[in-house]
């Protein structure tokens, strides 16, 4: 019952360094989403995927890359990060059949870029 | 931007009392979710209502939906310890190729005391 697997959970950043956040899914889910999670701020869509192959911007997407080659991984890159960018992140899929589905969250991973 | 606004932004009472918690937003949605984070962790979808629904229930949870005031409430009847936690609105404003774009309020923090 893995649902949605991020990783890695924690890491430190130096700036301008980069990094590629894994998240994975095992519920054949056509619908994957990353977040961040400021504090006061609630949680903030950066890109989402519709389908394997596909990607698009969310509402803070400056600084971040997404890759969606398999229809389980979903992959959020920091080129070269910046300080801001400390937050925790959060994968989330969901279902495409009709009507309308909950989200399946993984646990984050919190980042800190120094 | 951010679509829903909670209130109380913080919550404390004795355990067997009830918990409310409103949520209010600003454009029409299609439909609007609660989700409930521990401490640490990743967001758990609790329940969802649609945009034509009123109210649901799902165990000790009772959801409100009033479209022509933008707002919803969370009822948690005969609280327990393990009901401390976060608890977030998220609303779908629309739905884009068939994925949900959750937009998150800044949540509610309930501290449920023994």
């Known amino acids: 019952n893995a649902g949605v697997t991020q990783t890695p959970k924690f890491r430190v950043l130096k700036t301008g360094q980069s990094m590629t956040l894994l998240c994975a899914q095992d519920?054949?889910?056509?619908?994957m989403y990353w977040y961040r999670q400021d504090p006061g701020m609630g949680l903030r869509l950066i890109h989402y995927?519709?389908?394997?192959?596909?990607?698009a911007k969310g509402e803070v997407p400056d600084g971040y890359n997404v890759s969606r080659l398999k229809k389980q991984n979903f992959l959020l890159g920091l080129e070269s990060a910046a300080p801001s960018q400390t937050s925790v992140y959060f994968c989330?899929?969901?279902?495409?059949?009709?009507?309308?589905?909950?989200?399946?969250f993984g646990s984050g991973t919190r980042l800190t870029v120094v | 931007s951010q679509q829903g606004e909670e209130d109380p932004q913080a919550l404390s009472i004795q355990e067997g009392e009830n918990a409310t918690m409103n949520c209010s937003y600003k454009?029409?949605?299609?439909?609007l979710q609660w989700y409930r984070q521990n401490s640490g962790r990743g967001l758990v979808h609790l329940i969802l209502?649609?945009?034509?629904?009123r109210e649901k229930h799902s165990g000790r949870l009772r959801v409100t939906l009033d479209t022509s005031k933008k707002s919803s409430s969370l009822l948690i009847t005969a609280s327990r310890a393990a009901d401390t936690a976060s608890y977030f609105c998220?609303?779908?404003?629309?739905?884009?190729?068939?994925?949900?774009?959750?937009?998150f309020g800044q949540g509610t923090r309930l501290t449920i005391n023994p």
């Open positions: 989330a899929s969901s279902y495409s059949g009709r009507g309308s589905y909950g989200y399946t």
């Open positions: 519920m054949n889910h056509e619908y």
């Open positions: 995927s519709v389908g394997e192959g596909t990607t």
């Open positions: 454009t029409s949605i299609n439909n």
């Open positions: 209502i649609r945009s034509n629904e």
């Open positions: 998220a609303t779908v404003p629309d739905i884009i190729q068939g994925a949900q774009k959750l937009v």
